[in-house]
């Protein structure tokens, strides 16, 4: 393994000529700056008129670049350009090597801004992946960051180094949309349709009572007709229910903070007793129930986040309305639980959705947005923190009046649309709400009802009644019955699903997955390629990620055997090499965390890991434990009992499961211990090695795994407190936060984590498994997160399948008896498709139309998995059920992931 190797093949020359700064504009082209001042230098520009990704974007601009031996040229290790000493390429190779993956605390981050925005988002996609719009600007820093991007950013912004105008729109220009009406009565009727016994409004495809929707159902009856009989009788029922919607711990216990603002809230419209309403004090339970510290002071109270906080509001608009409740009914919210909305803004203006703790990365949304300018409107003293809002109302309004639903969308959302004109129309920005009115006014369907996005021929309750309030020139600060004006915020909108998929309730299709994955167009002679220029370098950690999917469905255990086979035979890939050059066994290089992935397949198949790919990996594993910390520049060891080149707590815990499924208890107690020692007082687990200050569910949930494995008294209370806080971080649509956003990945793994308690955790694990499901696309792969970008990703497809199962990797277990070789790598290392002799379904192994085996065989001996896996979906429905990136995370590099 010689690093000369590396700088040969892993060098990228830029073009000769690249296209001037000056040829780029604020509408067309993209550009890139990297930053050299850690160097001496200063911040480079480049341009490129015609953009793709952004990997090409780089080179195309005029900057030369160098990969890791370990990762390939997709992870930018140096970077140079002609204009600074000479091209030389930083770090240079007496700072860093590039075999291995840099740490965290020295490396190139990317950054990336769309049009029209001022604030970096720390890139949840490698620079092959990507993809460039005109307008869009990219920034590379050196130094320091985490996960999540909340430290590190460049010291310049977008605009810092944005070409100059050309004249065309720009995304904070007025819009040009024409103006229009929402049919009111119409929306009314719609809503009253909705109702059953006209009273509720209830879960598709069962009778139970959907508290949320009916509440905002009321808030529009109230805009539309004022006092009537409809609303009257909701009213009844909601007061009536009170109990079960808005105390679910008990009238003893705390409200749910979000349930208890939205009751008193109606009450206060509809010109009733919030401190009476259905035998509750709800306005002042909620004042009586506002966080007086978080976690942060050593004895954090269950439901805060922060200081200020009503209990449980765990997101912001159960905060925002929480407030708003109060000041409705004449009491003075605590400042506190005032001035935590503001800790919430972004530096762009945007608010963000999430009850994040004052510090955390922050990604605001122009709903989220829209609601909290309204209620600090309300409560006056906070001119700064609303001026700072419309500021970034008015720059993400499209031309045509609407609004995205998130950062980087480009999609025009009901919800964020109607959110925000009820803002701009409260703020007096009359011109920009008429123009988001008139937007709305083009997506009612036919019937009154609206969709979740533009374009959408599928009339949905949460959309509609935001879009009627919105339509009457009100907001929830404003309504009355006396004056007609109504709507409250659902959290976030409930996901759609691509055609051909499974509906949300029953969880991802499985078969389709394996399908997807299975594709000879993505799995060639038994292991996936990276992406980007050139595909001959296989990535050996999505591999095993894949093979863990097939493992834990049993969908497909011949390709599945193809995979292990040419890992265990020494399979090569197009640059010669093997898993072992990847895990870097018996050199100096070797990873604790690529080893202890490598082992655990072994061990979930059936093969011996002490005898897997020519190398005993369980040898190698008890080798690779850290007696004490390396010292500068060896940075191999993080600490006493981590794994060496293991710079992640997922590195650690596969390694970790691994040594203890191969009985090594003994030499797994100090790697054990390490792990134990890195989880946070809140349950949590960071994602990186050293640890950061970040919270992270992907290693939460992999961590909890691992010590379940372990057991003992101090392990098991580790996990118990780590699912009670993966359930806590559970967002509305069912999803959970990751790098990317709403993440796929996240989701899978906390299936799997919480799986572990599945009696306790039925609900969320089952809301989990509906928001997989609107994430698979039709070609049976995953999206990377719900917002960003679209599209069938590998990496979060395999963790997806796999995660949905419920299967722990601990437990992960799958028989190849049965199955026959799969054909052999041709000679050439190249990357044909493979063409089973006789399929005529394209060769993909994956099951038939009709449900039943493919034609290799591939369903042969799975009946009892599939039974099995039906058996648990049927004891978790009676419970009581309520789903990666390897350039994009920095967790990822070390691990494999």
Known sequence: MLVAACVTFLTTTSPAAADPIGDCTATNGAVVAVDFGPFGGKVERGCDTTPTTGYDLLHDAGFTTTGTEHDGPGFI????????????????????SCVLTPPATAYWSYWTASPGQDEWTYSQYGAMDRKLKDGDVDAWVYGGTDVGGSTGKPTFTPDDVRPGDTGSPDPGDPPTGPAGKVDLPAAATWLKGRLTDGERIVDDGADNPNYPLTTETAYALAATDGKSTALERITDFLAAHTGDYAYPNGTDQAPDATAAARLALLAEITEKDPNAFGGHHLVGDLAENVCA?????????????????????????????????????GATPPAAAVDRLTQLQCRDGGVTSILIRPGEYCDGDPATTGLVALVLHKAGGHDDAVAKARTYLTKSQRQDGAFPGSTGATTGSVYATAYAAQALCALGDTDRADAAVGWLSRQQLDGGGFGFEEGATDPAVHPTPAAVLAGAHTNLAALTTTETEPTDPPATEPPTTEPGTPAPGDGPDLKKGVAYLTNAANLKQGRYYTTGPGTSRADFGLTIDGAYALAATGLNNAKLRGVVDFLDHGGKDGEGRTVNDWTGIGTRYAAGGSLGKTALLAEAVGRDPRDFAGHDLIAALGKAVCAKPSTAPDRSCAAKGAYTYA?????????????????????????????????????????????????????????????????????DKAVDKALAWLAGKQLPDGGFPGAAGDSVNS??????????DAPTYADEIGKAR??????????????????????????????????????????????????????????????PDIVTPGDTSGGDGGPSADGGSGRDGALASTGAQVGALAAIAAVLVLAGWRTLLAARRRTDAGSGR
């Open 747 to 756: 989701a899978a793994l906390a299936v799997q984590g919480l799986s572990l």
């Open 770 to 831: 509906k928001f997989l499901a609107s994430q698979q696309n039709s070609d049976g792969g995953f999206n990377v997160a719900k917002e960003g970008q679209r599209g069938s990703d590998l990496r979060a497809s395999t963790q997806a399948v796999g995660g949905s199962t419920g299967i722990s990797f601990a437990e992960l277990k799958r028989s190849l008896t049965g199955t026959s070789p799969q054909p052999e790598p041709s000679p050439s290392g190249r990357a």
């Open 647 to 715: 710079p992640s707590v997922f590195a650690q815990s596969l390694a970790v499961i691994a040594q203890l499924r191969a009985g090594e208890t003994a030499a797994a107690e100090r790697p054990i211990a390490y792990l134990e020692s890195l989880q946070q007082d809140s349950g949590a687990w960071p994602s990186l090695i050293p640890a950061t200050d970040d919270s992270d569910v992907d290693s939460t949930a992999i961590a909890a795994m691992a010590l379940d494995l372990a057991g003992g008294d101090k392990a």
């Open 293 to 329: 510290a978080g976690p942060e002071s050593g004895e954090p109270t269950p439901g805060c986040t922060a200081k200020g906080d009503f209990r449980g509001a765990t997101y912001t608009d159960g905060q925002a309305l929480s407030a708003l409740a109060l000041l409705r009914a």
């Open 77 to 96: 290790c140096r970077i140079g350009h002609g204009a600074f000493n000479s091209g030389t390429r930083y770090p240079t190779p007496d700072k860093e």
